[in-house]
């Protein structure tokens, strides 16, 4: 099994082990990622060997800084803006890449994903060793995406050497992707945190959705999270906006049922749960939304794991502030949903 690092140390065994080209598990703000050195074309095919990735599925390339994004990727003034504004944080970057980028990184396009995540363990990894990290989420692949080191542990322990325990992720769901390679015409790849709404504030334009027909090109997909099935648990799931109590009056023993908020009475049922209770660690003072998002790949694998027929879940409320994470949320559980 893979050794697990932790602190200072841990930090400079990861250092030198991604200086060597060889794969570490390492902690974002989003998810855990599988890193290698972004430079390194023979280390990057391992990325995809571990996890069963195609190749048509590029990798996101994340940065210490600014200027080391400026060696990766050619930024616009609307590009950097957008990292003033956002970064160190959950916004990924799709903007033309420079040729120092391997094909492997970028599914043959001649544009690159970027961003400077905001986790203090992972940017200190990334300027110990030097290099740029392209990262994917650390788990096999299309399945739910891990969010602390026992999760990459329990998907790719025996496939790889080392994970760097950050702790559990802060936020749980993937970056916001946006579109950056024409700055007249940017566009929502993929939701996350940061909404629509902040990026329009900041850039003063209307950046719209890209929608399902941005996919595969000849070279590949323009962004990772973008297949129609993606984050998906083993055990079927089927989406509500809202379960009425009626239907959980009569729940199906052999199935779960997910709901936003449940009441104690509800939640003593052993098939139904709530997304995170409101006392879920030092997250208990945040929205219900964002506790939902910080739990909802770690509620999915518990309840593969429940041997259940079928889970039945409620999707996250779109309204008031966290509505652009709601998005993000809903988004991830409808690509997991899919068939």
């Avoid at 939701?191 to 590949?220: D, H, N, Q, W, Y």
Wanted: hydrophobic share 45%; glycine share 10%; proline share 7%.
């Amino acid at each position: 099994m893979a050794k697990v690092l932790r602190g200072p140390a841990g930090v400079s065994t990861a250092a030198r082990a991604l200086r060597a080209g060889r794969l570490v598990g390492v902690p974002t703000e989003t998810v855990y990622g599988l890193a290698a050195d972004a430079l390194n074309a023979r280390a990057c095919r391992r990325i995809f060997s571990a996890k069963g990735r195609p190749g048509t599925d590029p990798l996101i390339v994340h940065v210490a800084g600014m200027r080391q994004a400026e060696e990766v990727a050619m930024a616009g003034p609307a590009a950097r803006t957008l990292m003033r504004a956002f970064w160190p944080g959950p916004l990924t970057l799709v903007l033309p890449k420079r040729d120092v980028v391997p094909a492997v990184v970028t599914a043959g396009r001649d544009s690159v994903a970027v961003r400077m995540p905001a986790h203090p363990l992972m940017r200190r990894a990334i300027a110990a060793a030097g290099r740029p990290l392209a990262a994917p989420s650390a788990n096999a692949f299309g399945y739910v995406s891990p969010t602390c080191a026992e999760h990459v542990q329990q998907g790719l322990g025996k496939r790889i050497p080392f994970i760097l325990d950050g702790g559990p992720c802060a936020i749980g769901v993937e970056s916001t992707i946006v579109d950056m390679r024409d700055e007249a015409r940017p566009r929502l790849l993929r939701p996350g945190k940061i909404g629509r709404t902040e990026i329009e504030r900041v850039l003063g334009r209307r950046v719209p959705a890209a929608g399902r027909s941005v996919g595969k090109g000849r070279a590949g997909m323009l962004a990772p999270g973008m297949l129609a099935r993606h984050y998906s648990p083993r055990t079927p799931l089927i989406l509500r906006g809202k379960i009425p109590a009626r239907e959980l009056a009569r729940a199906k023993a052999d199935a779960a049922y997910v709901l936003f908020s449940a009441t104690a009475a509800v939640r003593r049922r052993k098939n139904v749960v709530a997304w995170a209770e409101r006392g879920d660690g030092p997250a208990a003072k945040a929205s219900g939304v964002a506790r939902m998002a910080r739990r909802l790949f770690a509620r999915l694998r518990e309840l593969d794991q429940g041997q259940w027929s079928v889970i039945y879940a409620e999707m996250a409320p779109e309204r008031g502030r966290d509505r652009g994470l709601a998005e993000a949320i809903n988004d991830r559980l409808r690509r997991a949903a899919a068939r």
